[in-house]
């Protein structure tokens, strides 16, 4: 099999609006609230400068997103655009790469409820809440993405209740005086070091990876040309600017990060401006929003990642059947489901959490240049437009991605490296060392 025609049965429901909301709970408006503690100490407190540098790489890269997803509006993402805009080997390579993410998100999300769990309901074993979280997001996947963003809905609210509750508190103590504006989340002139900065936006990066989720529910969106681009860019902004103001804020809270426990560093935050009864519920809104939203999102996103690659016949093609009466991809959906059980029952977060950048910056590096080969030095175009569209804003993403990808720890790199050695492995034994065709998709019986 060479080539495989698009006749996809993925159902059709999701609006510009419902693909905003999957992203944006994907990227999970709390996370701050979550990972604070860990960012505190490699950008010597200057969180929300990490932030703001995620949101300008991704912004760039969302915008090279924009162009493929017009021009390609399939499931696969990173696999259908770096295929479509190269080559189909490029194209395993690059979506392999991105798959180590996904495959992982799942994990790193039921991991951080378990442990908000185990802190919130001491009697309850570890195990229990693992198995629960992956049980119901593997049965709501069956049920269908239209579920999964109804879902999401709910748990939009909560968030946006607890971060609600943390702004207002906040502005109230700075005008009664009790706190005063301070810059050490954005400059730190005592420990100032861009390269902690980098590796902590390094792991920020994870916090945005929501834009990508949005491009692979193509296929089951409404004008997908149009509202594919529109919800990333919306998502992206609109998170970005959310995160660094929540952590401008922490940092008026808390300018002696330092003295911060960095495994509750933001719920002791929290403590400050509102007291006990914020600190639980935004334990509960943690552990739902990573375990149910965020879990239920990965799960969805990295499904759909592995049906078109079963599709095309790079992977096996049992991952491209469909479930009879909800026509979602469910053999792809339960080994997501087993493979996240197994991970989060073996691995500790901190290791999980050191892999998740590497396929994600490599995908985006890939991903940017694929967009100035096929439309600006392939393409018919000679406008400064163009060389705006086509080759400054995807070449920025490229450069900032890969300032990023560059500033990742060595075990990220090593245990990405070997990832993506499976990957050409795969390729290698797939295409008898290159010697019939990579398959991939044929667009022509939709276009």
């Given at each position: 099999?060479?080539?495989?025609?698009?006749?996809?049965?993925?159902?059709?429901?999701?609006?510009?609006?419902?693909?905003?909301?999957?992203?944006?709970?994907?990227?999970?408006?709390?996370?701050?609230?979550?990972?604070?503690?860990?960012?505190?100490?490699?950008?010597?407190?200057?969180?929300?400068?990490?932030?703001?540098?995620?949101?300008?790489?991704?912004?760039?890269?969302?915008?090279?997103?924009?162009?493929m997803?017009?021009?390609?509006?399939?499931?696969?993402?990173?696999?259908?655009?770096?295929?479509?805009?190269t080559?189909?080997?490029?194209?395993?390579?690059?979506?392999?790469?991105?798959?180590?993410?996904?495959?992982?998100?799942?994990?790193?999300?039921?991991?951080?409820?378990q442990?908000?769990?185990?802190?919130?309901l001491?009697?309850?074993?570890?195990?229990?809440?693992?198995?629960?979280?992956?049980?119901?997001?593997?049965?709501?996947?069956?049920?269908?993405?239209?579920?999964?963003?109804?879902?999401?809905?709910i748990?939009?609210?909560?968030?946006?209740?607890?971060?609600?509750?943390?702004?207002?508190?906040?502005?109230?103590?700075?005008?009664?005086g009790?706190?005063?504006?301070?810059?050490?989340?954005?400059?730190?002139?005592?420990?100032?070091n861009?390269?902690?900065?980098?590796?902590?936006?390094?792991?920020?990066?994870?916090?945005?990876?929501?834009?990508d989720?949005?491009?692979?529910?193509?296929?089951?969106?409404?004008?997908?040309?149009?509202?594919?681009?529109?919800?990333?860019?919306?998502?992206?902004?609109?998170?970005?600017?959310?995160?660094?103001?929540?952590?401008?804020?922490?940092?008026?809270?808390?300018?002696?990060?330092?003295?911060?426990?960095?495994?509750?560093?933001?719920?002791?935050?929290?403590?400050?401006?509102?007291?006990?009864?914020?600190?639980?519920?935004?334990?509960?809104?943690?552990?739902?929003?990573?375990?149910?939203?965020?879990?239920?999102?990965?799960?969805?996103?990295?499904?759909?990642?592995?049906y078109?690659?079963?599709?095309?016949?790079?992977?096996?093609?049992?991952?491209?059947?469909?479930?009879?009466?909800?026509?979602?991809?469910?053999?792809?959906?339960?080994?997501?489901?087993?493979?996240?059980?197994?991970?989060?029952?073996t691995?500790?977060?901190?290791?999980?959490?050191?892999?998740?950048?590497?396929g994600?910056?490599?995908?985006?590096i890939?991903l940017?240049?694929?967009?100035?080969?096929?439309?600006?030095?392939?393409g018919?175009?000679d406008?400064?437009?163009?060389?705006?569209?086509?080759a400054l804003?995807?070449?920025i993403?490229?450069?900032?991605?890969?300032?990023?990808?560059?500033?990742?720890?060595?075990?990220?790199?090593?245990l990405?490296?070997?990832?993506?050695?499976?990957?050409?492995?795969?390729?290698?034994?797939?295409?008898?060392?290159?010697?019939?065709?990579?398959p991939?998709?044929?667009?022509?019986?939709?276009?």
């Amino acid at each position: 099999m060479e080539e495989t025609g698009i006749g996809s049965g993925l159902k059709v429901s999701l609006s510009t609006k419902d693909l905003l909301v999957y992203g944006i709970t994907f990227m999970i408006p709390v996370a701050p609230l979550a990972f604070y503690g860990s960012f505190l100490e490699p950008a010597n407190g200057m969180v929300a400068l990490a932030y703001f540098i995620g949101m300008v790489a991704m912004l760039f890269t969302g915008f090279s997103y924009a162009t493929m997803s017009a021009a390609f509006p399939y499931s696969g993402s990173v696999y259908t655009y770096v295929q479509q805009g190269t080559n189909a080997g490029l194209g395993f390579i690059g979506g392999w790469g991105i798959t180590l993410d996904y495959f992982l998100i799942p994990v790193i999300t039921y991991l951080i409820s378990q442990s908000f769990g185990e802190s919130l309901l001491p009697d309850v074993p570890g195990w229990v809440w693992i198995i629960v979280l992956v049980v119901f997001n593997t049965w709501i996947n069956i049920l269908g993405s239209n579920i999964v963003t109804k879902v999401s809905w709910i748990l939009f609210v909560l968030q946006g209740l607890v971060l609600s509750a943390f702004i207002i508190g906040t502005l109230k103590l700075l005008f009664t005086g009790a706190i005063q504006p301070h810059a050490i989340s954005w400059y730190n002139p005592t420990h100032f070091n861009i390269q902690g900065v980098l590796q902590a936006t390094g792991i920020v990066i994870v916090s945005y990876l929501g834009f990508d989720a949005i491009s692979t529910l193509s296929e089951e969106t409404e004008n997908p040309r149009q509202s594919v681009g529109r919800a990333i860019i919306l998502s992206i902004v609109a998170i970005g600017l959310l995160f660094v103001v929540i952590t401008t804020l922490a940092g008026f809270v808390a300018p002696d990060y330092q003295k911060l426990n960095p495994d509750t560093a933001f719920l002791g935050i929290l403590q400050r401006v509102g007291g006990t009864w914020l600190v639980k519920l935004a334990d509960i809104t943690i552990i739902l929003s990573f375990g149910f939203a965020s879990g239920q999102e990965g799960q969805t996103a990295i499904s759909r990642i592995l049906y078109a690659m079963g599709r095309d016949g790079i992977l096996p093609s049992p991952l491209a059947k469909l479930h009879r009466k909800y026509q979602t991809p469910v053999n792809a959906i339960l080994l997501v489901g087993l493979i996240s059980l197994v991970i989060s029952l073996t691995l500790s977060q901190t290791a999980v959490s050191n892999l998740i950048s590497f396929g994600a910056l490599f995908g985006f590096i890939l991903l940017n240049l694929s967009v100035i080969w096929k439309f600006y030095i392939k393409g018919d175009h000679d406008s400064f437009l163009a060389f705006v569209k086509y080759a400054l804003s995807p070449f920025i993403g490229f450069a900032v991605s890969s300032w990023i990808f560059l500033s990742l720890s060595l075990d990220a790199k090593i245990l990405g490296a070997i990832w993506i050695l499976v990957g050409l492995v795969i390729l290698l034994v797939k295409t008898k060392f290159f010697k019939t065709k990579t398959p991939s998709l044929d667009f022509s019986s939709k276009d």
